[in-house]
């Protein structure tokens, strides 16, 4: 069966540093990968989404990278704050040619101090 | 949390007692899930609904049950409360589109079963 991993140990970072998640599967083809942020006691909220054709996404401070040969995605915050501080999420979606849903890593805690 | 409202946001039950949680949408999208989110287990999908009056099962839905009577509103049923349904309930939203998905979260519901 597929299997989807996050780094259950938190990250602590320095305020101003890249943090850097990673999301690594096995036995999937997804189509793409999408990035949430949860914040304590709230709903995961959406970030980016990546293509199986796309090497890398940016959107503000925010970098993804989709590497269907190694089955990885990496997640950057580059100049990182203490506002950054979450639990973020990576997701699979399905492969192009079936109807699955998304399926969700358990996520990494992100810590930034000041 | 995009239109989308969960009731109640706090439940303490009693094993054996049936338990409602209610999701509520102003979104207009087709598609409504329910997850529960666990330490260790993260997103895991109990059920979800593609239009009214058609819903299918995820990957945890023994003991659930679901409805969906109307395009705003999706229920989820525990029909005889067990400890193990000790969970936080978060209901999703979604509208695929190019074949692919980003779902929309609600606040979530913290449900203790003694």
């Known amino acids: 069966s597929q299997k989807i991993e996050q780094n259950s140990e938190a990250l602590n970072i320095q305020e101003g540093k890249t943090a850097t998640l990673t999301c690594n599967y096995t036995n999937y083809s997804p189509a793409y990968l999408q990035w949430y942020r949860q914040d304590p006691g709230r709903g995961p909220v959406f970030l980016l989404l990546i293509r199986e054709n796309e090497k890398e996404k940016r959107k503000e401070r925010l970098k993804v990278t989709f590497d269907t040969t190694l089955k990885q995605s990496l997640f950057h915050i580059t100049a990182s704050q203490p506002a950054d501080s979450a639990t973020y999420l990576c997701?699979?979606?399905?492969?192009?040619?079936?109807?699955?849903?998304?399926?969700f890593g358990t996520g990494t805690r992100l810590q930034v101090f000041p | 949390d995009a239109g989308i409202t969960q009731s109640p946001r706090h439940k303490v039950t009693e094993t054996g007692t049936p338990v409602t949680l209610r999701c509520h949408q102003t979104?207009?999208?087709?598609?409504m899930y329910w997850y529960r989110q666990d330490p260790g287990h993260g997103l895991r999908l109990i059920h979800y609904?593609?239009?009214?009056?058609?819903?299918d099962k995820g990957e945890v839905s023994d003991g659930y049950s679901v409805s969906r009577s109307k395009t705003e509103d999706f229920l989820l049923t525990l029909e005889s409360a067990t400890s193990s349904q000790t969970s936080v309930y978060f209901c999703?939203?979604?509208?695929?589109?190019?074949?692919?998905?980003?779902?929309?979260f609600g606040p979530g519901t913290r449900l203790l079963v003694l």
């Open positions: 979104e207009n999208h087709r598609y």
């Open positions: 609904s593609y239009g009214v009056k058609d819903t």
């Open positions: 997701a699979l979606g399905p492969p192009s040619y079936n109807t699955d849903k998304l399926i």
């Open positions: 999703a939203i979604s509208h695929p589109a190019g074949g692919e998905e980003t779902q929309y």
